[in-house]
């Protein structure tokens, strides 16, 4: 799937990706993912997007639509990793994005 078809394909806000996909992992710190079931935000985002959570050639595909997304949306990529990273938990990720986000989110 094309960066553009990954693109039309979101129809849930960033905060909604990370309530409702979030649910599906546990959340973890450093890094996009564990190669398990472990995911940080972003890592969340890129999943939402088809990401299986292993590095391989196409998790640079994945990256750049969540990026894509984030930059839409107006949300700064590194404080979405900061926040992860500070230990703010998917809901309270989401709950931060709402409030300061809220019309472009």
């Not at 839409?72 to 409030?99: K, V």
């Amino acid at each position: 799937m094309s960066r553009q078809q990954l693109l039309l394909r979101q129809e849930l806000t960033v905060s909604k990706i990370l309530r409702t996909y979030g649910k599906q992992f546990r959340q973890i710190q450093l890094r996009y993912s564990d190669g398990k079931n472990g995911r940080c935000a972003i890592g969340v985002i890129m999943s939402y997007f088809g990401w299986n959570g292993r590095i391989n050639f196409d998790t640079a595909n994945d990256l750049l639509a969540a990026s894509d997304v984030l930059k839409y949306a107006g949300i700064d990529y590194d404080l979405l990793i900061d926040l992860n990273d500070s230990g703010y938990t998917f809901n309270e990720i989401a709950d931060y994005l709402d409030r300061h986000y809220e019309n472009i989110n």
